[in-house]
T-cell receptor, first 113, second 112 residues
């Protein structure tokens, strides 16, 4: 069964460093998302992406964050100048069309030290 | 906010019993989805119920939706140890390309 894949599964980074989290959404899906979950807390929406542009973003998704779909398969989340509070599990998700099931990857644990 | 809110926050039951979790939300929706998350793992989609549906079944899962009360319930029958996980409801809005918003989840613990 097709699935959303994410890399790395876990990354430890120094505060202030830049991090790129990678995702390969399910082939032929059109909508892409990033969510994050701080340990022990709820899953929070960061950004949605459709037709090669951001369709919606939350207050969390400030200038520190950016997303890109550099080719036909990858979907990346870049976090510049990481802070301790960026430590969280980051989930990528995709959706074949609006109103359908959204499929999530296994997540990327980011630990900022 | 369209955010869903689950209750109870935590639930412990004996293996073999049924587990019921509830979700309430605030705004009109197109659909509501339930997900499971094992500790430290990804979000596994369980079931999607559309706003024009009232009940849906999938194996041991039964989901109901009451749009007049803006609430949904997830019933797991004949619970097993492997059902121990957190369960989240997530709602979309009425926009065509809307994201889904998660509730805080219910932590379900099945006792042997």
């Amino acid at each position: 069964e097709p699935e959303v894949t994410q890399t790395p599964s876990h990354q430890v980074t120094q505060m202030g460093q830049e991090v790129i989290l990678r995702c390969v959404p399910i082939s032929n899906h059109l909508y892409f998302y990033w969510y994050r979950q701080i340990l022990g807390q709820k899953v929070e929406f960061l950004v949605s992406f459709y037709n090669n542009e951001i369709s919606e973003k939350s207050e969390i998704f400030d200038d520190q964050f950016s997303v890109e779909r550099p080719d036909g398969s990858n979907f990346t989340l870049k976090i510049r100048s990481t802070k301790l509070e960026d430590s969280a599990m980051y989930f990528c998700a995709s959706n074949p069309r609006s109103g359908n099931t959204i499929y999530f990857g296994e997540g990327s644990w980011l630990t900022v030290v | 906010s369209q955010q869903g809110e689950e209750d109870p926050q935590a639930l412990s039951i004996q293996e073999g019993e049924n587990a019921t979790m509830n979700c309430s939300y605030k705004t009109s929706i197109n659909n509501l989805q339930w997900y499971r998350q094992n500790s430290g793992r990804g979000l596994v989609h369980l079931i999607l119920i559309r706003s024009n549906e009232r009940e849906k079944h999938s194996g041991r899962l039964r989901v109901t939706l009451d749009t007049s009360k803006k609430s949904s319930s997830l019933l797991i029958t004949a619970s097993r140890a492997a059902d121990t996980a957190s369960y989240f409801c997530a709602t979309d809005g009425l926009n065509r390309d809307d994201k889904i918003i998660f509730g805080k989840g219910t932590r379900l613990h099945i006792l042997p």
